[in-house]
């Protein structure tokens, strides 16, 4: 489920921007239930090729009247990827974003659809988030931990679980989010590494 809360806010989440520097440059970015474009604007103006999918026809157009994007950076699909087939079967996307949305039954997909190197950089609310606001319902909301253990396959580089007040009384939430990177693997299942061992080993930046 996909809150109005996201819609609402006009700024990139601040997680996101933090992460983004993880994805390889003008790598294609996946942003799922899109909504208005937030992150979109953002990408863009880095020359991210983008992949769109929201199941807001007025949310898709509204991000096309907005961002003259040309034609080879920029795909939005308007779908319910809830009921519906996934609209990007097959495809793999250099990162996938994804902000202040839940549905359980997606995330395999989700992680299927990061290409070797690619980066899962994800924020939604989590459980306690019901004693200050919404959603409040469990469907909608992480248990503790539970992005690690989606992504247990993955190279955690940040995690975070916890209550963020905001600056204002409205903002308050309780979060949980993830940076986290598909590395290439060898046939033992560790990350690969060749000869040049020590060019090689991936470096994740901490900002």
């Known amino acids: 489920m996909k809150t109005d809360l996201s819609h609402s806010l006009e700024l990139p989440s601040a997680w996101i921007q933090r992460w983004a520097h993880l994805i390889k440059p003008q790598g294609v970015v996946l942003d799922v239930a899109c909504g208005r474009g937030r992150h979109a604007r953002w990408f863009y103006e880095r020359n991210h090729a983008l992949a769109m999918v929201d199941i807001s026809q007025n949310a898709i157009d509204s991000i096309a009247g907005t961002i003259p994007f040309p034609g080879d950076r920029y795909e939005a699909v308007v779908a319910d990827i809830e009921n519906g087939p996934w609209p990007f079967a097959g495809r793999q996307f250099d990162?996938?974003?994804?902000?202040?949305?839940?549905?359980?039954?997606?995330?395999?997909?989700?992680?299927?659809?990061?290409?070797?190197?690619?980066?899962?950089?994800?924020?939604?609310?989590?459980?306690g988030n019901e004693t200050v606001g919404k959603p409040s319902r469990p469907d909608f909301l992480l248990r503790t931990g539970e992005l690690l253990e989606v992504c247990r396959g993955l190279r955690i580089v940040a995690f975070e679980d916890g209550f963020h007040a905001g600056p204002e009384r409205h903002s308050a939430r309780f979060v949980q989010r993830i940076a986290a990177v598909r590395e290439t693997v060898c046939a033992s299942g560790l990350p690969e590494l060749h000869s040049t061992q020590a060019i090689n080993v991936p470096r994740y930046g901490l900002p």
């Open 95 to 127: 990162a996938v974003v994804v902000t202040n949305y839940l549905w359980r039954a997606l995330m395999p997909t989700l992680l299927a659809s990061l290409a070797p190197s690619g980066v899962l950089i994800y924020e939604t609310f989590t459980q």
